[in-house]
T-cell receptor, first 117, second 114 residues
Framework: DARVTQTPRHKVTEMGQEVTMRCQPILGHNTVFWYRQTMMQGLELLAYFRNRAPLDDSGMPKDRFSAEMPDATLATLKIQPSEPRDSAVYFC???????????????FGPGTRLLVL | GNSVTQMEGPVTLSEEAFLTINCTYTATGYPSLFWYVQYPGEGLQLLLKATKADDKGSNKGFEATYRKETTSFHLEKGSVQVSDSAVYFCALSTSKTSYDKVIFGPGTSLSVIP
């Protein structure tokens, strides 16, 4: 049963520290998304990649956040420096886009729960 | 712009009650519509979807019909169980080529009591 995996599952850090979250998409999927979920804002799209190329990162604070896909099996989301307002659950999702397709499913990982003190 | 509106929660029902969670959308083009469910401590997972008008998506006893005339995609289940307690998200995508930004609604929390 293929799943998206995320590490770490929980992270507590102090303000100003760097945070790196990792995601392994489902093998064969060509699209990867990063979301942030908070009680106040709900689910927000931060960035997404297709075939490892960034397609849209307009939802991401550029001054402190960065997202990359070093290879097809790894996506990373970094926050440097972290701030208390970054406390949230960060989800990675992957899916298979095809030119002829429509309404493809996104498969979510279990999330990284981040607390910045 | 494209948007999704869901009924506000939380919704609390007794076991075996009928469930409706309303969802309406605003979109250009021909959106695909989704319901995702999030169980406590987990990521979202697809519950059902419909990709064109009048399609009915169904899964695990849940159903939703894509109504273009009313721009709605209401989620229904005839008899809920305690295990259905979760947050339900209505969502849409508008690109014919898919994986354009998926717009999620705010979510509706459902609690089912024995």
């Amino acid at each position: 049963d293929a799943r998206v995996t995320q590490t770490p599952r929980h992270k507590v850090t102090e303000m100003g520290q760097e945070v790196t979250m990792r995601c392994q998409p489902i093998l064969g999927h060509n699209t990867v998304f990063w979301y942030r979920q908070t009680m106040m804002q709900g689910l927000e799209l931060l960035a997404y990649f297709r075939n490892r190329a960034p397609l849209d990162d307009s939802g991401m604070p550029k001054d402190r956040f960065s997202a990359e896909m070093p290879d097809a099996t790894l996506a990373t989301l970094k926050i440097q420096p972290s701030e208390p307002r970054d406390s949230a659950v960060y989800f990675c999702a992957s899916g298979l886009w095809t030119r002829a397709g429509r309404g493809e499913t996104q498969y979510f990982g279990p999330g990284t729960r981040l607390l910045v003190l | 712009g494209n948007s999704v509106t869901q009924m506000e929660g939380p919704v609390t029902l007794s076991e075996e009650a009928f469930l409706t969670i309303n969802c309406t959308y605003t979109a250009t083009g021909y959106p695909s519509l989704f319901w995702y469910v999030q169980y406590p401590g987990e990521g979202l997972q697809l519950l059902l979807k419909a990709t064109k008008a009048d399609d009915k998506g169904s899964n695990k006893g849940f159903e939703a019909t894509y109504r273009k005339e009313t721009t709605s995609f209401h989620l229904e289940k005839g008899s809920v169980q305690v295990s259905d307690s979760a947050v339900y998200f209505c969502a849409l995508s508008t690109s014919k080529t898919s994986y354009d930004k998926v717009i999620f609604g705010p979510g509706t929390s459902l609690s089912v009591i024995p």
